[in-house]
């Protein structure tokens, strides 16, 4: 299965362009099977009022799955998950937080990629490092409550070396897909920062991980390949 995570910046590119389409373009040019977003604008003033999570499924020819995080009159701002295969379950968590509402997408999925059945994880941690660390704990309790196989995607907003990525590593067993590299992710005309992650649970094996490159976000997207152990 190959599985990619993408900040959109609410589509908007390193030129100040805001184009959903430019975000499409990137997703197909690697044409994952499950896609974890995080940063997508619904109906929202600045962008447009543009209904990101319908213009992405359908560009995509997949459903949507999005979570509000944060409301601002009829619009919102959250994370999303676009997949193929069939959706068992969808589950919505809120995560502990400071100044801005964060949470977990979880969605259960089968016969995706070549796997039997996993469990996807999309989040989004928030700026403050005890706020993250209040989250991985938050995480990996939701985590932990899963029996099938386990993906956890999303922007951590923090490096391998912080302590919220090593407790939710530490709580749930989890196996941190590009641990080997460490390719950065941010920002995307420069790279010098690691700050989007896949972890898998160790009853998958990770393949391969690329780091394609775009400027459609701010964020480069991660994509990693993962097969049943």
């Not at 409550?145 to 590593?169: M, Q, R, S, T, Y």
């Not at 897909?177 to 700050?195: C, K, L, Y």
Request: hydrophobic share 40%.
């Amino acid at each position: 299965m190959r599985i990619m995570s993408y900040n959109t910046r609410g589509s908007l590119g390193m030129d100040n362009v805001r184009s959903t389409r430019r975000i499409v373009d990137t997703v197909r040019m690697v044409s994952p099977d499950v896609i974890c977003f995080q940063e997508i604008h619904k109906k929202l003033i600045w962008s447009r009022r543009e209904d990101q999570p319908l213009e992405l499924g359908s560009y995509l020819s997949r459903r949507f799955i999005f979570q509000r995080n944060v409301r601002f009159g009829m619009g919102a701002y959250g994370i999303g998950i676009a997949a193929r295969g069939q959706v068992v379950s969808i589950t919505e968590h809120t995560l502990p937080g400071g100044r801005e509402q964060r949470g977990v997408l979880e969605v259960a999925l089968k016969d995706v990629g070549g796997l039997r059945n996993v469990t996807v994880f999309c989040t989004h941690f928030g700026l403050g490092e005890q706020e993250r660390v209040g989250q991985a704990e938050a995480l990996a309790g939701y985590v932990g409550a899963v029996k099938w196989p386990v993906i956890v995607c999303g922007d951590f907003n923090e490096g391998p070396e912080g302590e919220a990525i090593k407790l939710l590593l530490i709580r749930t067993g989890l196996v941190d897909a590009d641990a080997g590299e460490n390719r950065p992710t941010f920002q995307a005309d420069n790279p010098t920062v690691r700050i989007d992650y896949c972890f898998v649970s160790q009853d998958l094996k990770v393949e391969n991980v690329e780091v394609p490159h775009s400027l459609a976000s701010d964020h480069l997207p991660l994509v990693v390949d993962v097969t049943q152990q």
